[in-house]
């Protein structure tokens, strides 16, 4: 099995991906779910929960500066 080369390469692949997105209408913060959560997260512009969605987003080929990044944001908050 092998994918057809006619396929565009794009700059990004956009790929469906786990975020977690505000359930504040009028704010548009999400984050994306590259790390598991214990508790449900809260907004860091709004401090509203927030809910589990799906986004479509470019695909990340280093996914550890992601993780990084949220390991850092949840040492801030605690
Ligand atoms: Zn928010």
Redesign the pocket.
């Known amino acids: 099995m092998y994918y057809s080369r006619k396929k565009p390469v794009g700059d990004y692949e956009q790929e469906m991906t786990a975020i977690w997105s505000?359930t504040?209408e009028s704010?548009n913060?999400w984050m994306r779910d590259d790390f598991s959560f214990e508790v449900v997260p809260t907004?860091s512009?709004?401090n509203?929960p927030m809910l589990r969605s799906m986004k479509s987003l470019p695909v990340l080929i280093n996914s550890s500066y992601g993780n990084k990044m949220g390991i850092k944001k949840m040492e801030t908050k605690l």
């Open positions: 505000c504040q704010c913060g907004c512009q709004c509203s």
